[in-house]
């Protein structure tokens, strides 16, 4: 039985992979019943995920948050963090895009939680700038700011440069917005020059925007 749901999820995540999202969830929606029916919550993680996947390919929002949770929970239980902290990403994005900022939030939170219970820092810092992107649409500059600060630092120890480089972006953006403008110039002059020195003309733009505001 276990090796059939297998073969079943695994078709499923093929035709995702192939572009084929509607195919997909038919298969993959078959592979979690199986899964659920069975109780084995290492198949319910492989078939939850890649279904949500296929319905946000699909504009399914609601269906594809749906999932996001049942995977979520499963890789959790299997103590399999990474994925399970990925999927809460997913689902927080999706919120965010249907304009459920406290939601969103609310979803990277429990990813930065999950992340740091696998010891995985650069998860918890990428789950840091998201919270930071929620609490920015929500009007909270400062903890915003401080979070932004947060994942930056953790990029930087890690030599994660294009990271640093768009957190610095970030950064003096929000200062902008909080008209701490003096501020703003130095992060927002780093960065551009990382990219332009990278050849990413449009980033580079984009800070240079920013600085010319400041």
Same mark, same amino acid.
């Given at each position: 039985?276990?090796?059939?749901? +297998?073969?079943?999820?695994?078709? &499923?995540?093929?035709?995702?992979?192939?572009?084929?999202?509607?195919?997909?969830?038919?298969?993959? !929606?078959?592979?979690?019943?199986? *899964?659920?029916? *069975?109780?084995?919550?290492?198949?319910?993680?492989?078939? =939850? &995920? #890649?279904?949500?996947?296929?319905?946000?390919?699909?504009?399914?929002?609601?269906?594809?948050?749906?999932?996001?949770?049942?995977?979520?929970?499963?890789?959790?239980?299997?103590?399999?963090?990474?994925?399970?902290?990925?999927?809460?990403?997913?689902?927080?994005?999706?919120? &965010?895009?249907?304009?459920?900022?406290?939601? =969103?939030?609310?979803?990277? $939170?429990?990813?930065?939680? $999950?992340?740091?219970?696998?010891?995985?820092? @650069?998860?918890?810092?990428? =789950? !840091?700038? +998201? /919270?930071?992107?929620?609490? $920015?649409?929500?009007?909270?500059? #400062?903890?915003?700011?401080?979070? $932004?600060?947060?994942? /930056?630092?953790?990029?930087?120890?890690?030599?994660?440069?294009? +990271?640093?480089?768009? *957190?610095?972006?970030? /950064?003096?953006?929000?200062?902008?917005? /909080?008209?701490?403008?003096?501020?703003?110039?130095?992060?927002?002059?780093?960065?551009?020059? @990382?990219?332009?020195?990278?050849?990413?003309?449009?980033?580079? =733009?984009?800070?240079?925007?920013?600085?010319?505001?400041?």
């Amino acid at each position: 039985e276990h090796d059939l749901n +297998r073969a079943v999820y695994s078709m &499923g995540y093929c035709q995702y992979r192939l572009g084929e999202a509607a195919e997909a969830v038919v298969t993959l !929606k078959q592979a979690l019943k199986m *899964s659920q029916d *069975s109780g084995n919550a290492r198949s319910i993680a492989h078939s =939850a &995920g #890649p279904l949500a996947d296929s319905y946000s390919e699909q504009g399914q929002d609601d269906e594809a948050i749906a999932a996001y949770e049942i995977a979520v929970d499963a890789f959790y239980e299997i103590e399999d963090y990474y994925p399970a902290g990925i999927n809460c990403l997913a689902m927080g994005e999706l919120h &965010g895009k249907n304009a459920r900022q406290t939601r =969103a939030l609310e979803c990277f $939170i429990r990813a930065f939680n $999950i992340f740091q219970t696998g010891g995985d820092a @650069f998860g918890a810092a990428r =789950a !840091k700038d +998201r /919270m930071a992107a929620a609490l $920015i649409d929500l009007d909270d500059l #400062p903890q915003a700011l401080q979070h $932004i600060t947060d994942a /930056m630092h953790t990029f930087e120890h890690m030599d994660s440069f294009e +990271r640093v480089a768009y *957190s610095k972006y970030r /950064m003096g953006k929000v200062l902008v917005l /909080m008209g701490k403008y003096v501020q703003a110039v130095e992060p927002l002059r780093q960065s551009a020059k @990382f990219y332009r020195e990278a050849s990413d003309w449009s980033s580079a =733009a984009l800070a240079e925007a920013q600085l010319a505001e400041a």
